[in-house]
């Protein structure tokens, strides 16, 4: 039975701050149209999601629980795809079912909202907030290959592992497509990106089944946090989960401290051990930052490199010194100093922020492509696609 509306969307999460907050906008947007959205995730993004105006619906996880950080080592992240996929799909399907969607978005992470589509042979979309990697072809790979290869081979002891659990889904639900690529980067008939197209090294290779949406974490509105007016300002945030480098928060505080720049720095969870030090009068720290306040104020912006920090201080024209604390974020920075946007440290914090914040020159082109967010086509583009398939 048919306990939905006839234009009920499911989406399945990758439960993580960076994949879920470039999709809220994307959820709006949907059920400004009529649509009704039902949302997966973990109790973290409750409020988040019911704030989109989605319905939130939570993952059964029995003693699997997911650590934002994994997403660092490719081999335990791929293990805990399978292992989740293998336990929670008869829930999925069975709910599923009794919703019958006409469309499921899912994260490219989620395997399992991969699977539930084919079970229910509903049209599905991915929603993809990293740079995706559909080849071994490919620039990404290649890009991926350099940055992730440390961390990749040292937990090949979990081949075992990964082998057993995409049998086990090839036996009981005859899942195809199981090389590793497909089932950490879950391709559908139609793919939806979350930032510019020249923030993927294969932009201008992807087809039709690929829309660049363009920025949709600047789309969400973020009003409470500190903020501070001040000449000179630097912002500093090494974003939500990468973010535990105490010697970076040291060296910054080091390098900076009585210098002729104010810095804001956003340090999360960190805020209380860092509380403590002696901080310089010029750094002032807060646990949380409004992102989008402190950018337009900023005339630096140091990050370790997250896509949707990187695409909203490119579209505030700000320049990004970059602090890669894991291989997506290596990745990130390496399209930021090719776009000219930004440039990766080498430790030297307060020699090249200065060197940057006179040197750089505002790039119109750049901004109004990263301030060029696409929801009413995306929706109606969508729609299309519902159709045909």
Known sequence: ???????????YTTPAHGHINPALPIMSALIEKGYTVIAYSTDEFKEIIESSGAEFRRYVLG?????????????????????????????????AQCVDPVLILHDTLALWGRMTADALGTPAASINTIQTVYSVHSNTFKLYTRNFAASTFSKLYKFGEIDEGRNALQNLYGLEKTDLLSLLMNKEKFNIFTFPRCMHPDGEQLGQDCFFVGATSRLRSVNSGDM?????????SLGTVFNKSMAFYHNL???FGGTPYNLLVSCGDNYGRLSRINTP????????????AALASAKLFITAGGMNSLCEAV??????????QQGEQMANAEMMERIGAG????????????????????NDKLIDIFSNVR????ISTLEDYMKRV
């Open 1 to 11: 039975m048919n306990t939905q509306s006839s234009k009920t969307i499911i989406f």
């Open 63 to 95: 003693s699997i629980r997911f650590r934002t950080s994994i997403g660092s080592d490719l081999m335990p992240l791929t293990d805990l795809i399978l292992r989740f996929t293998r336990f929670a799909l008869p829930r999925l399907i069975t709910e």
């Open 228 to 236: 501070i007016d001040c000449d000179n300002l630097i912002y500093v």
């Open 253 to 255: 505080i080091k390098e």
């Open 281 to 292: 009068d010029n750094i002032v720290l807060t646990p949380f930052a409004n992102q989008g």
């Open 315 to 324: 579209a505030a024209g700000v320049p990004c010194l970059m602090v890669p």
């Open 343 to 362: 440039i990766r440290s080498h430790g030297l914090l307060y020699e090249e922020g200065s060197h940057m914040i006179s040197a750089f020159r505002r």
């Open 375 to 378: 929801i009413d086509l995306l």
